[in-house]
């Protein structure tokens, strides 16, 4: 038996339509276990008999026959068991890169940019693209952090999910080629139990243009997302990991539920699940709907 997830972010959403649609689509027969709405979503669960759903519905979802979230999967993460969920920053947590908003205020901007968009689009190694952009901040007041601090707003459903996960007690955790110095923002507000990130070498209220510890590239970050399991002994199957980049996909592929969220291509191709039609509350409604 498989599982399918069908969701939007849209009031008027018909889930008859939307199972009828993926039935039509995929030749799979679906039945309905479960639905509900939450937070301007409307969605449904699932079954199907059929072993190979996850990859009938993966392909639909890159051919791009639907307007609405499609998961399938022989089984999700549930509320009523320990879980865990680690959330990349930059695009997926917050709306900004929080590197080329810093470089917009020392006016390397378009030049920081760039390079930002083909580490992301998997076209440069993330390591070396972040040393060369962190370079170019080199000298600049360390002041416009809190500028950035200012102007960085969380993603749609950010609240929902972690209220959602946090009321079952899951355990919460950033992995970000991003910086500490912006995360704590979001560290703080929802009580974090785990920050792997980036941190900006600072000196006498500028910035050296270096990073101030090991860099946190794709690897780093499936590291982070391992430990975090580990130290509060979490199964496989109840781990969460979303992300945007090409250097999410190595944390992304070691979880039960890896989602590219509103992601680059190459990220959609490879990673099992896909959101573009949703917010982050679309995994807290799985979640509701699951338990």
């Not at 459903?157 to 912006?182: H, N, P």
Request: net charge negative; charged share 25%.
């Amino acid at each position: 038996m498989s599982l399918i997830y069908i969701v939007k972010k849209d009031a008027n959403f018909n889930v008859d339509e939307a199972i009828a649609k993926v039935s039509e689509t995929t030749g799979l027969t679906l039945t309905k276990i479960n639905s509900g709405s939450l937070n301007a979503h409307i969605a449904v669960l699932c079954k199907t008999d059929a072993a190979n759903a996850h990859e009938l519905c993966k392909q639909a979802v890159l051919d791009h026959k639907f307007d609405f979230d499609v998961f399938a999967s022989n089984s999700f993460p549930t509320l009523k068991e320990k879980g865990e969920i680690c959330l990349d920053m930059d695009m997926t947590s917050v709306q900004i890169e929080g590197i080329d908003e810093i470089a917009r205020r020392l006016n390397v901007f378009d030049k920081v940019s760039e390079i930002t968009s083909k580490a992301m689009h998997g076209g440069l190694d993330f390591a070396q693209s972040l040393t060369l952009r962190v370079s170019m901040l080199k000298d600049g007041s360390a002041s416009v952090i809190e500028d950035v601090k200012k102007i960085m707003r969380e993603t749609d459903g950010l609240d929902v999910l972690m209220q959602t996960v946090s009321k079952a007690s899951w355990v919460k955790g950033i992995c970000s080629g991003g910086f500490e110095q912006l995360i704590c923002v979001l560290e703080k507000k929802y009580n974090l139990d785990m920050v792997c990130a980036n941190s900006l070498e600072i000196k006498d209220g500028k910035l050296t243009g270096k990073v101030d510890k090991r860099i946190v590239d794709a690897e780093v970050k499936k590291e982070g997302v391992r430990k975090l399991q580990q130290e509060h002994n979490i199964k496989d199957s109840q781990i969460i990991v979303l992300g945007d980049g090409a250097n999410d996909l190595k944390m992304i592929e070691v979880a039960a539920l890896g989602i590219a969220y509103h992601a680059k291509p190459l990220v959609q191709k490879t990673a099992p699940f896909s959101i573009n039609y949703s917010d982050l509350t679309a995994v807290a409604l799985l979640l509701e709907l699951n338990s």
